[in-house]
């Protein structure tokens, strides 16, 4: 059995019933806050977010974790496991009723993301692998399907998913560059990666810098586990491990077959400081 299955297993749970959580505010009024940089949470993101917390504190004690609705404490530093969790990824689209919205939780080993879950609570839909032991989606209680990402290796023909509320015209550009005539546009990071990992999709950029380690560590497992690969814009790894929580250079998330070609052409786009 592989090291991380059990880790995996009770993520997945977690996960799920996280979702389910999620989904009982569905159709229902609900609080909503703004946050830091005018962001909204709401009272779902909060209850989601406690069983996800208590839940991985629980069965794993001697690590740290990383939410998105718990201030940094630093704890995270030196750690060897840290959990990163997005109890609701895309919480513009579940206020306004949309479905592009995700539970979303990782796991970084020495700084580098080596699973994850990704759940959508409006059809059941999840994402889940380990790197170097594959990636499977599942919808509902239906059979596990294994994910490998697209051949695709350079245009025409390429399959975008861009972001749905922070897409900038500079995607415009990308699409120029690139010849992409194809492109829809989601809102939850974790869903517009885990269509690149189930080949849906060939490549997601976003070239902004308001993501955040716990947008991509887990998208980044499932997707690697595929066979994909996530860099920023310059073509270099994401980082789990410093004090900075922001993606600063955008994402790059692609099959793996088109990344190096990817990133030379965005090269004399993002030379300059970047949206």
């Known amino acids: 059995m592989n090291a991380l299955a059990r880790e ?7 996960a799920l019933a996280a979702a389910a959580v999620v989904r009982s505010y569905v159709g229902r009024p609900v609080e909503i806050q703004n946050k830091a940089g005018n962001e909204p ?37 030196g750690a060897r496991r840290v959990w990163m969790v997005d109890p609701i990824d895309g919480t513009s689209d579940f206020i306004l009723g949309d479905s592009g919205y995700a ?8 700084g580098r993301p080596v699973l994850g879950v990704v759940s959508q609570p409006t059809n059941g839909k999840t994402y889940a692998g380990i790197v170097g032991e594959g990636a499977w989606m599942q919808i509902g209680a239906g059979d596990r399907v ?12 390429i399959r975008l998913v861009a972001s749905k509320s922070h ?11 690139l010849r992409i005539e194809d492109e829809i ?28 380690m716990w947008d991509t560590c887990g998208p980044e497992a ?5 066979g994909g690969r996530v ?3 310059d073509g270099r790894p994401l980082l789990y491990a410093g004090a900075d929580l922001y993606n600063r250079r955008g994402i790059v998330a692609s099959n793996g077959a088109l990344h190096d070609v990817v990133i030379a052409s965005l090269a004399p786009l993002v030379a300059a400081k970047i949206d």
Request: with cysteine; proline share 5%.
């Open 8 to 14: 995996l297993a009770v993520a997945h749970d977690i």
């Open 41 to 77: 949470v709401t009272e779902a993101d909060h209850a989601a977010n406690r069983l996800i917390v208590e839940r991985l504190a629980s069965d794993f004690p001697d690590d740290m974790i990383l939410s998105e609705e718990l201030p940094d404490d630093g704890s995270r530093h």
């Open 103 to 110: 539970v979303m939780i990782g796991l970084c080993v020495e």
């Open 146 to 157: 294994p994910l490998h990402t697209s051949a695709l290796a350079g245009p025409p023909g």
């Open 167 to 177: 897409r900038t015209p500079r995607i415009d550009a990308v699409r120029r560059a």
């Open 185 to 212: 546009n989601i809102g939850s990071v974790g869903l517009k990666i885990g269509l690149v990992a189930e080949a849906a999709r060939d490549l997601y950029v976003y070239t902004g810098g308001r993501t955040k």
């Open 222 to 226: 499932i997707l690697v586990a595929a």
């Open 231 to 233: 860099t920023d814009v």
